[in-house]
């Protein structure tokens, strides 16, 4: 089993900066993909970004050029920085981690918790 931890989410105004953070810990050898998806009130949980242990990276288009996603292998960590934040980023936001990179959230077999990012306007 894997277990996933975040941090880092809160409150911002629209134009602002988060980072989040996600620790992965136990059957870490089973996990290749890490990244990070959203869920807003109403709405199905979408794919924000993903990356693999070497460094392949896969963005939602809402969010190029604004986020970041990156990866410390010997932490287990994936941290998602995220600029020039807006009301539509608010959501939970979820990490997810997998074998291999999904088409969908249905293929991610591990998820943290839940952190709430909200963007005011």
């Known amino acids: 089993q894997v277990q996933l931890v975040e941090s880092g989410g809160g409150l911002v105004q629209a134009g602002g900066s988060l980072r989040l953070s996600c620790a992965a810990s136990?059957?870490?050898?089973?996990?290749?993909?890490m990244g990070w998806y959203r869920q807003a009130p109403g709405k199905q949980r979408e794919l924000v970004a993903v990356i693999t242990s070497s460094g392949s990276t896969n963005y939602a288009d809402s969010v190029k050029g604004r986020f970041t996603i990156s990866r410390h292998n010997a932490k287990n960590t994936v941290y998602l920085q995220m600029n020039s934040l807006k009301p539509e980023d608010t959501a939970v936001y979820y990490c997810?981690?997998?074998?291999?990179?999904?088409?969908?959230?249905?293929?991610?077999?591990?998820w943290g918790q839940g952190t709430q990012v909200t963007v005011s306007s």
């Open positions: 136990g059957s870490i050898f089973s996990i290749n993909v």
């Open positions: 997810a981690a997998s074998l291999k990179f999904g088409s969908s959230w249905l293929e991610y077999p591990y």
